[in-house]
């Protein structure tokens, strides 16, 4: 592990050679920051696991040095990992006030509200934590009050980017800070980290103005209802609904818990201008025409038990989908998603709904021009991509060199890799610990890949268990042995089988017992395999088997 003399470190903790769970330490001498604290949702392989977030075992390790958190806005990959950290790294959060604002939704959740200090960042203020000076240029992202960090430290300007787009026609009408990103160029950047999501996209992102157009069209061709699933936080898009729905007359419900939350926050902060009588209770969308009524849900990824979703299969409490329905889909597939949204579009079809489930988004992230332009403003010396896969990270460096970076400059880096900077120059210093962590229901990280072989296991062929009583003085079998299964095969179709399996634990048990063996572990391992073979044998399976001695 690297010492922590006098030079600057960057270190990835999370967002590099993957999409989520963004978290980036800033280490110098006795001092750190940390940028975002995200989380990412489970790979397929992850059974039954909920979320997962980075390893910060190297943060705890340096608990004394964190002098704080900031965020760069409110989205899930960057402020889902939060509350689990808190509990564990009680630091202060820094941020713009929607962001705190969502922050603070998830803080009650889980009773942290009282004891995390938060701290709004003003426009143009500098924030001083240990030897590190924060401030923030402002951005354009698929959520309002995004910000990207320019970080004065000791060796030198660092600009991180965050998520980030250029849009010249930004729904709130509020620009990105170009003349900051700009003056950070003419003073001397000494490295930009900057988001590599859409590096393989040429071009520039559209203007999130671009989807209001289509919304409005549809609003105003729908002839009955509409329901319109888009992500929940993003509160420029749901802007652009409400304003189409209001210009058509028609009363907005809203359905599913994230939904609510984000809109009630947004307009309490200010972030959302809706007229007092444009939303109405969902219990009322009954009495109301259907061509007066726009629903705005949850679900557009398809979630299992999402409003949208729950709708389609016609199990949602309050809204039935009925012929003459307008269906829109206000969002694009999140990578293995694809499967849940194509059934829920079935489903609505069937339902007997009019479906439009393409050309309703844009992207949050800027394309290959907008990573160009931001490389350009601000000049880098040394460049970091991060907040990608592995071939964006590469794509993106590949950029920076088509416009002049010096390749040997370019870092690209993985999870725990440190970067550091010391005298104008700057090396790969060794790796700090960093990884995954899972979790699953209460549980944080006691789920590892112990836990997740047992479970691949019961998912390929089932569990059976097998219980036996022994005596204690003689060692007879006083009761069973039972076998009882689950998952392995259908119980009232396989009596035989299940009966010459029990037949065969017993005559193992009572030859071992007569052999003087006595040991539980030889008794368990002996049932095991004996049992293993003879299912395989017949079944082609390889069910868990869990065998349980008691002694009485
Ligand atoms: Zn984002
Ligand atoms: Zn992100």
Redesign the pocket.
């Known amino acids: 592990m690297p010492k922590s003399k006098s030079r600057l470190a960057i270190v990835p903790l999370g967002g590099v050679g993957e999409i989520g769970k963004n978290m980036t330490l800033y280490w110098y001498g006795n001092d750190m920051i940390v940028v975002d604290a995200g989380l990412k949702f489970p790979e397929e392989e992850m059974l039954g696991v909920d979320i997962v977030i980075p390893d910060i075992t190297f943060l705890v390790e340096n608990k004394e040095k964190v002098r704080g958190i900031f965020v760069t806005?409110g989205?899930e990959?960057?402020i889902g990992g939060l509350p689990y950290i808190l509990k564990t790294l009680n630091v202060p959060v820094y941020g713009t006030r929607l962001t705190l604002g969502l922050i603070e939704n998830k803080l009650k959740e889980h009773n942290l509200l009282d004891t995390v200090k938060m701290h709004i960042i003003g426009d143009n203020q500098q924030i001083q934590a240990g030897v590190f000076s924060v401030e923030y240029f402002y951005v354009n992202?698929?959520?309002p009050d995004?910000v990207g960090f320019a970080i004065h430290t000791p060796e030198g300007l660092v600009v991180h980017t965050g998520?980030f787009k250029f849009d010249q026609t930004p729904v709130d009408g509020r620009q990105a800070d170009l003349q900051k990103l700009a003056g950070y160029g003419s003073q001397g950047v000494l490295a930009l980290v900057a988001d590599s999501t859409n590096a393989e996209r040429p071009g520039f992102t559209p203007s999130e103005k671009s989807v209001g157009k289509t919304i409005d069209h549809l609003v105003a061709q729908a002839p009955g209802r509409i329901i319109l699933s888009t992500f929940a936080s993003n509160i420029h898009r749901v802007q652009q609904v409400i304003t189409a729905a209001e210009r058509y007359g028609r009363k907005v419900a809203i359905v599913g818990r994230s939904m609510v939350n984000n809109i009630q926050t947004s307009i309490q902060l200010g972030y959302l201008n809706v007229l007092p009588s444009t939303l109405i209770d969902v219990d009322e969308i009954g009495r109301m025409d259907p061509d007066k009524v726009l629903i705005l849900s949850t679900g557009s990824q398809g979630e299992p038990m999402s409003a949208l979703t729950r709708m389609a299969r016609s199990a949602h409490r309050k809204v039935e989908i009925m012929p003459g329905d307008t269906v829109i889909l206000a969002s694009h597939p999140i990578p293995g998603n694809e499967k849940f949204i194509s059934r829920t579009i079935d489903q609505l079809f069937k339902a007997g709904a009019n479906v439009i489930y393409q050309g309703v988004h844009v992207s949050?992230h800027g394309s290959q021009e907008e990573l160009k332009l931001m490389i350009n403003l601000t000049r880098p010396k040394y460049f970091l991509p991060v907040h990608g896969e592995f071939r964006m990270q590469r794509t993106h460096a590949n950029l920076a060199i088509d416009l002049g970076v010096d390749p040997d400059n370019i870092f690209i880096t993985e999870l725990g890799d440190v970067v550091e900077f010391e005298g104008d120059r700057a090396r790969f210093g060794g790796k700090v610990p960093a990884g995954t962590v899972m979790i699953d229901g209460l549980g944080v990280g006691d789920v590892g890949n112990i836990v997740l072989r047992d479970r691949k296991l019961l998912s390929q062929d089932g569990i059976l268990v097998v219980v036996v009583t022994l005596s204690k003085t003689s060692g007879t079998i006083l009761s069973g042995p039972d076998i009882i299964s689950r998952g392995f095969v259908y119980v009232r179709e396989s009596e035989a089988l299940l009966d010459e399996a029990t037949k065969l634990v017993e005559s193992t048990l009572v030859r071992m017992v007569s052999d003087n063996i006595s040991e539980w572990s030889s008794l368990k391992t002996a049932v095991r395999d004996t049992l293993g073979r003879y299912l395989y044998e017949q079944t082609r399976r390889r069910p868990m088997i869990l065998p349980i001695i008691m002694e009485a």
């Open positions: 806005h989205h990959d960057h992202h698929s959520i995004t998520d949050g």
